[in-house]
């Protein structure tokens, strides 16, 4: 027997709270649901909305799938965004990915950009859930504001490559914020990153790039494991067993005010 999930939305401008998809609409749903977006989805400025469900699989876009969200919260997600490869234009705009065990999940030959966002893990992640932000292809990130809590941070890998920048992760954990396992590159302006294991840490990434970027109350302020190259420029970096952990095969690391 198949089983079927569905959708419930309402607006609370209409009797009884039910109507049309508009602006400050709220969308409930059952046990994992899961949004496939293969044309185009919009949801612009104006009253805040929102889908929140007890537990779903979040909203994957598709083979030439686009959104375009301002305002909205994404609430109890499993991957609140999820992208599949081929997606169009996808972007978040003063919105919310809310206690969501993935925020997000950028797959390879795929793109997400997040601007104004807030994302936050749930206080408690089950045991043996990986629990943590995947880039495999193209990020560009702007006044990011994430809390990680007991998951890790963003981790750019393989193929992928991050833009981050005006931007607060924090964490409460002896996990990275922003890591980059074999990346193609890694650009982080103007940021600040606490309470984690590692504020930034590279390990085999071709390229990276670390600008006004404050990394505070870690156990290390940065750790390079292996870089093509890479510029680290005024910053201010800081741990309780050391700023710096330099280690293995990698070219020119530039140190320019730090």
């Known amino acids: 027997m198949e ?51 007890e537990s779903w699989t979040g909203i994957t876009v598709a083979l030439g799938g686009r959104i375009d969200f301002t305002a909205i919260d994404l609430e109890n997600a499993d991957v609140a965004m999820n992208t599949t490869e081929g997606n169009g234009d996808t972007k978040l705009t003063d919105s919310g990915l809310l206690n969501s065990v993935r925020p997000f999940r950028v797959v390879p030959k795929s793109k997400l950009e997040l601007v104004k966002v807030k994302a936050a893990m749930p206080a408690k992640v089950p045991d043996g859930v990986e629990s943590v932000a995947h880039v495999f292809w193209s990020l560009k990130a702007s006044h990011l504001d994430f809390d990680t809590g007991p998951g890790e941070g963003i981790m750019v890998k393989d193929s992928g490559e991050a833009v981050i920048e005006d931007s607060i992760l924090k964490a409460n954990n002896p996990l990275d914020l922003v890591s980059a396992y074999k990346a193609k590159s890694l650009k982080l302006s103007y940021a600040t990153l606490t309470n984690a294991h590692c504020g930034p840490h590279m390990e085999g990434i071709d390229e990276f790039s670390i600008d006004h970027v404050t990394s505070e109350n870690n156990i290390y302020g940065i750790t390079i494991y292996g870089a093509g190259k890479g510029t680290i420029s005024q910053c201010n970096m800081s741990g309780t067993s050391a700023w710096l952990d330099l280690q293995g095969d990698h070219g020119p690391v530039t140190f320019d005010n730090v």
Request: net charge positive; charged share 25%.
């Open 3 to 53: 089983e079927r999930h569905q959708a419930h939305w309402k607006d609370p401008d209409l009797p009884g709270g039910h109507g049309g998809d508009r602006a400050g609409a709220t969308i409930t749903c059952d046990r994992c649901v899961e949004i496939v977006v293969a044309g185009i989805l919009k949801k612009a400025a104006g009253a805040r909305s929102k889908i929140t469900c």
